[in-house]
T-cell receptor, first 109, second 116 residues
Framework: RKEVEQDPGPFNVPEGATVAFNCTYSNSASQSFFWYRQDCRKEPKLLMSVYSSGNEDGRFTAQLNRASQYISLLIRDSKLSDSATYLCVVNTNAGKSTFGDGTTLTVKP | DAGVIQSPRHEVTEMGQEVTLRCKPISGHNSLFWYRQTMMRGLELLIYFNNNVPIDDSGMPEDRFSAKMPNASFSTLKIQPSEPRDSAVYFC??????????????FGDGTRLSIL
């Protein structure tokens, strides 16, 4: 079993749709959590951190469930520019990051 | 502010040749990471350093791969001899060292390596 697992998708949604991605992790000692976005042939870029109480950044909402060991990302009112691969990242207290394989999102007109 | 700087951006070389990838982390960042990304295997952590000291190199595929960080502003990843299966995008990333591990990583643009 992988340390961090994501549904690879692809998710194909129309503009304006709401889409949610889930990610599960196996290391219960994991300390911090992030969502990254990676565009085709580009480097991963930090989208947002994930806090225990849940957090929102515009159309994006991230949530953490430590008991069930999963994190989620919700995108509301999808834009064409949201098309990308979304990577779930989990950090241990040693500072090591483990990346999921990513979920591919395509937003269509 | 300058981000993580990697060089070269692209490299094409014949198998058997030595390949050296370079990385300059963001100034003030104490942790540096080398990753490899392929379609088949996704993003794999090869090695990471804290304060120039290698902490975990369990992801280094084999002895042909080596990484050094002689000072806080420079790291190299070397492949000798290179093989076609080493073809991938190699990313370097850095982050501030935080015992609470709450710091995200910042990635360079990557080096696209093709071994013929």
């Amino acid at each position: 079993r992988k340390e961090v697992e994501q549904d690879p998708g692809p998710f194909n949604v129309p503009e304006g749709a709401t889409v949610a991605f889930n990610c599960t992790y196996s290391n219960s000692a994991s300390q911090s959590f992030f969502w990254y976005r990676q565009d085709c042939r580009k480097e991963p870029k930090l989208l947002m951190s994930v806090y225990s109480s849940g957090n929102e950044d515009g159309r994006f909402t991230a949530q953490l469930n430590r008991a069930s060991q999963y994190i989620s990302l919700l995108i509301r009112d999808s834009k064409l520019s949201d098309s990308a691969t979304y990577l779930c990242v989990v950090n241990t207290n040693a500072g090591k990051s483990t990346f999921g394989d990513g979920t591919t999102l395509t937003v269509k007109p | 502010d300058a981000g993580v700087i990697q060089s070269p951006r692209h490299e094409v070389t014949e198998m058997g040749q030595e390949v050296t990838l370079r990385c300059k982390p963001i100034s003030g960042h104490n942790s540096l990471f080398w990753y490899r990304q392929t379609m088949m295997r996704g993003l794999e952590l090869l090695i990471y350093f804290n304060n120039n000291v290698p902490i975990d190199d369990s992801g280094m595929p084999e002895d042909r791969f080596s990484a050094k960080m002689p000072n806080a502003s420079f790291s190299t990843l070397k492949i000798q001899p290179s093989e076609p299966r080493d073809s991938a995008v190699y990313f370097c990333a850095s982050s501030p060292l935080d015992r609470g591990s709450n710091q995200p990583q910042h990635f360079g643009d990557g080096t696209r390596l093709s071994i013929l």
